[in-house]
Nanobody, 125 residues
Framework: EVQLVESGGGLVQPGGSLRLSCLASGFTFDDWSVAWYRQAPGKERERVSCISSSEGGTYYLDSVKGRFTASLDNARNTMYLQMNSLEPEDTAVYYC??????????????????WGQGTQVTVSS
């Protein structure tokens, strides 16, 4: 059974940093793609980053390029989203998600099938 459990959200001042973690079980990163999404109140969900495989490239939303870094720890089966230089516009519920490399592979045509419960990130002074 695929399970994803996020942690690390919270309240941070503009310009600050947070690191989100997502512990995965039921699959390995070798042949699964993993992503971070976010949804702010009143806005559509958007994909923040996506890693197609442990040897593949990483996609980033334009507005977070240079500030956010997604990474994998294969030994811990955990994915991370390091968020630096946070802005009030980054306030949202952040979700980790995953799906098969072979049937999804970070395709923009549809979202991933498996999701975590979400963690709130609030950027405010």
């Amino acid at each position: 059974e695929v399970q994803l459990v996020e942690s690390g959200g919270g309240l941070v001042q503009p310009g600050g940093s947070l690191r989100l973690s997502c512990l995965a079980s039921g699959f390995t990163f070798d042949d699964w793609s993993v992503a971070w999404y976010r949804q702010a109140p009143g806005k559509e969900r958007e994909r923040v980053s996506c890693i197609s495989s442990s040897e593949g490239g990483t996609y980033y939303l334009d507005s977070v390029k240079g500030r956010f870094t997604a990474s994998l720890d294969n030994a811990r089966n955990t994915m991370y989203l390091q968020m630096n230089s946070l802005e009030p516009e980054d306030t949202a519920v952040y979700y980790c998600a995953s799906d098969s490399l072979y049937t999804w592979g970070c395709s923009p045509r549809r979202p991933a099938d498996y999701w975590g419960q979400g963690t709130q990130v609030t950027v405010s002074s």
